[in-house]
């Protein structure tokens, strides 16, 4: 390893969401320049490495700015499949949607993620819609407890629904980012 490590912001070219946070040397640097593929190097491992070469999940470097100090870089990239180890597009993914993840991967079958995903798209999407009604029942008689209740269930039970159909809640996001750009 070079001398100088520095922090690299990967940061998807079309959406501007933040995808992951690596490191790179100067050797890590030179390979993302010349082979138009982000490499980082590894500080538990010690060694340089190419993100995707296990998982095919590569990025492909758009743009590269140094920061004022030159110690850290914006890497801008365009994703070939998801960024993050667990799946996700981006390894800042909120808690949620993670746990649900985690849940699923554990295979725990006391576990309420599991058993629903177990039964399919058709009673989870059945699910969401009760939740959906308690919602509207909360917020037109019920207190602001009541409601906050009643939409985390909501929320809970349409990521889960969306995780039934492989539908990862960044592509919801940019979604409304692509109709927030219309008007």
Same mark, same amino acid.
Request: aromatic share 6%; proline share 2%; with cysteine.
């Given at each position: 390893?070079?001398?100088? +490590?520095?922090?690299?912001?990967? =940061?998807? &070219?079309?959406? &501007? ?8 040397? &100067? ?18 491992? =010690? /060694? +340089? ?19 004022? @100090? ?16 667990? %799946? ?13 993840? /985690? ?18 798209? %058709?009673?989870?999407? /059945? ?16 207190? &602001? ?22 539908? @990862?809640?960044? /592509?919801?996001? @940019?979604? +409304?980012?692509?109709?927030?750009? =219309?008007?």
């Amino acid at each position: 390893m070079s001398e100088q +490590l520095r922090a690299a912001i990967i =940061q998807d &070219d079309i959406t &501007d969401r933040i995808l992951m946070l690596g490191w790179m040397d &100067d050797e890590a640097l030179e390979l993302t320049k010349s082979t138009g593929y982000v490499h980082f190097f590894s500080r538990s491992r =010690q /060694q +340089l490495w190419k993100k995707g070469e296990t998982s095919g999940n590569t990025l492909r470097l758009r743009e590269i700015v140094a920061d004022c @100090d030159d110690d850290a870089l914006l890497v801008r990239v365009e994703a070939d499949g998801p960024t993050c180890h667990d %799946g996700s597009t981006s390894c800042f993914t909120p808690w949620l949607w993670r746990r649900i993840l /985690q849940r699923e991967a554990s295979g725990d079958e006391s576990s309420y993620v599991v058993s629903l995903l177990k039964k399919g798209v %058709g009673p989870i999407a /059945q699910k969401v819609g009760e939740e959906a009604t308690e919602s509207v029942v909360a917020a037109l008689s019920e207190t &602001d407890e009541r409601l906050v209740s009643e939409v985390a269930d909501l929320w809970f039970h349409t990521l889960v629904l969306l995780r039934s159909r492989g539908i @990862d809640p960044a /592509q919801i996001e @940019d979604e +409304l980012r692509r109709r927030d750009r =219309q008007k």
